[in-house]
């Protein structure tokens, strides 16, 4: 069970990436995925999430309007459009993977993922 995130690099403000998660070892489409990032010298924040059928996304404020995030289950893909960087977007970015209980997630609590990526950086500067 392993989630490989990809798509971070070096972008001027202003900019745009796409990150990408993808589950291998396992069917992604049991599972809820959320973004999270964490800057240097801060907290891990919760970016993004959907549940595992596409239909429910949340944004954090911070990066409502500019980010999306969406999925294909064909290609057990999960990705994180972010347009319009910010320098404070600098940071890097995880996925982690969670299975509802209940048919409900948990998406804000760290504890309540069954896998996380490794991580992939994002840098945006000038």
């Known amino acids: 069970v392993q989630l490989q995130a990809s798509g971070g690099g070096l972008v001027q403000p202003g900019g745009s990436l796409t990150l990408s998660c993808v589950a291998s070892?396992?069917?992604?489409?049991?599972?809820?995925i959320g973004w999270f990032r964490q800057a240097p010298g801060k907290g891990r924040e919760l970016v993004s999430c959907?549940?595992?059928?596409?239909?429910?996304?949340n944004y954090a404020d911070s990066v409502k309007g500019r980010f999306t995030i969406s999925r294909d289950n064909a290609w057990n893909t999960v990705y994180l459009r972010m347009n319009s960087l910010k320098p404070e977007d600098t940071a890097i970015y995880y996925c982690?993977?969670?299975?509802?209980?209940?048919?409900?997630?948990?998406?804000?609590?760290?504890?309540?993922?069954?896998?996380w990526g490794q991580g992939t950086e994002v840098t945006v500067s000038s």
């Open positions: 959907i549940d595992k059928n596409g239909g429910v996304t």
């Open positions: 982690a993977a969670q299975v509802p209980i209940g048919g409900g997630y948990n998406f804000w609590r760290g504890d309540r993922y069954d896998s």
């Open positions: 070892g396992f069917a992604l489409n049991y599972y809820g």
